[in-house]
């Protein structure tokens, strides 16, 4: 071995011990290695729009004017830094949403972190209300810094292999910082030439969105969430089948916008459920011998599963898997009354009632009371870890009432 490939090796080394964990690639899961690619890519387009930013608030609260005071400039930067620990405080009661939604919530940290950047080059539009758009941008822009902060110790854990989260947290927050010096020092070099404010902003924030969706959609978790349970209850109905870890996560929605309708409620209110309380009286015996009950709300398009107070978390569990294997019929029953549009309407002109879907809801009892521990068994043989508070069922509870 030549002097030259020796000091190759020792400068591989000294880049390894910086950027990848001891032991690599056997101390951690093969998704690894894309996870971090994209994630470096991410921060290479963040540390280059904050170039711009940087230099579009100094511009506007006055740093290039010899008429403001400095006294006024610090002023308005610190009001500006205190209004954004504030939002990063009170954004802090999510709680436990940051682990059952953290794919969800980290992708919608960085549309908040470009939110907040594009409020803070606006301000060179209007410097005049730099204070409330400075303000209003750190508000946002810590908001999204605390859940990305909340969100990155379950996502390095589902990598690690063994007692090696710290390095495999610190590797990644190397590189996370390599790549964005390298994107700083682009932008200084880019923005030297005065480019169009609004057309760097635009190229750098679809490079920056793009690198932190593909980013967290390469994340496979072994758990089932919301999302993850019902990619495996709709396949195992479809197919028999339970889909392994990376097929799960990669069919998992991972941006849910606020007005998205959610068909399927757990631990619902009675009112929410049941429209009148006859369709109560008719569904109550099918649940007998369970801790829970499944209606369909047609008022509401939505299956709700109503929790008894006796309900332990592998009921729970049951109860989800029942509420989704009820709106397959549902959507079965649904698409076959589209394709029969042409023939008489079913309910004539009166809204349909829960009494309606009484059939369904008994059909529905049969299969989950044959099935569900296949599904159980299945799920367990892929890998997959069902944990009922990761559903984030309401705390609604059924009590029953005893005769005096």
């Known amino acids: ?26 101390s951690v899961t093969p998704s690894y290695v894309p996870y971090m ?7 290479f387009f963040g540390g280059a729009m904050g170039v711009f930013t940087t230099r579009t608030l100094l511009s506007s609260v006055g740093v290039s004017q010899s008429k403001v005071t400095p006294g006024a400039i610090a002023i308005n930067w610190i009001l500006k830094d205190g209004a954004g620990r504030v939002g990063k405080m009170l954004f802090a ?3 436990k949403k940051f682990d059952y939604d953290l794919k969800q919530l980290r992708f919608s940290s960085d549309l908040l972190l470009e939110i907040g950047a594009g409020i803070e080059l606006a301000t060179a539009a209007f410097p005049q209300f730099f204070l409330p758009m400075a303000c209003v941008a750190n508000v946002v822009k810590n908001v999204a810094a ?15 292999r063994g007692e090696n989260i710290g390095d495999v947290t610190a590797k990644g927050e190397s590189v996370g910082n390599i790549a964005d010096l390298l994107g700083t020092g682009l932008s200084i070099f880019i923005s030297k030439r005065n480019p169009s404010l609004v057309t760097s902003f635009a190229l750098l924030s679809c490079g920056y969105l793009l690198s932190s969706y593909i980013e967290v959609r390469s994340v496979v978790l072994n758990t089932l969430n919301r999302a993850r349970f019902t990619v495996a209850v709709d396949s195992f109905i479809k197919t028999g089948h339970v889909p392994s870890l990376k097929e799960g996560n990669s069919q ?19 009112g929410e459920a049941f429209q009148e309380p006859a369709s109560f009286v008719a569904t109550r015996p099918l649940f007998e011998d369970e801790r829970y009950m499944v209606t369909y709300n047609p008022a509401k398009d939505k299956v709700y599963a109503l929790l008894k107070d006796q309900a332990k ?8 898997f029942h509420a989704h294997v009820l709106l397959h019929f549902i959507n079965a029953s649904h698409a076959r009354k589209r394709i029969n549009s042409n023939r ?60 005096q």
């Open 344 to 403: 008489a309407d079913k309910y004539g002109n009166l809204p349909p009632l829960n009494m309606d879907f009484m059939a369904h809801i008994a059909e529905s009892c049969k299969i989950v009371s044959s099935s569900y521990g296949t599904f159980k068994k299945k799920a367990r043989e892929q890998g997959w870890i069902m944990s009922e508070s990761l559903l984030n069922p309401g705390k609604a509870r059924l009590y029953a009432t005893r005769p």
């Open 93 to 95: 009661r999510q709680g």
């Open 1 to 26: 071995m030549t002097k030259l490939q020796i000091c190759v090796q020792e400068v591989m080394a000294f880049v390894r011990s910086y950027v990848v964990p001891e032991g690599f690639p056997d």
């Open 252 to 270: 998992e929605t991972v941006f849910n916008p606020p007005w998205r309708h959610e068909p399927v409620s757990i631990g619902s209110r009675f």
């Open 37 to 43: 690619t994209w994630r470096a890519l991410k921060h």
């Open 313 to 320: 978390p592998d009921d729970i569990l049951k109860a989800a």
């Open 146 to 160: 605390v859940t990305s902060t909340s969100t990155r110790t379950p996502i390095y854990k589902a990598y690690a």
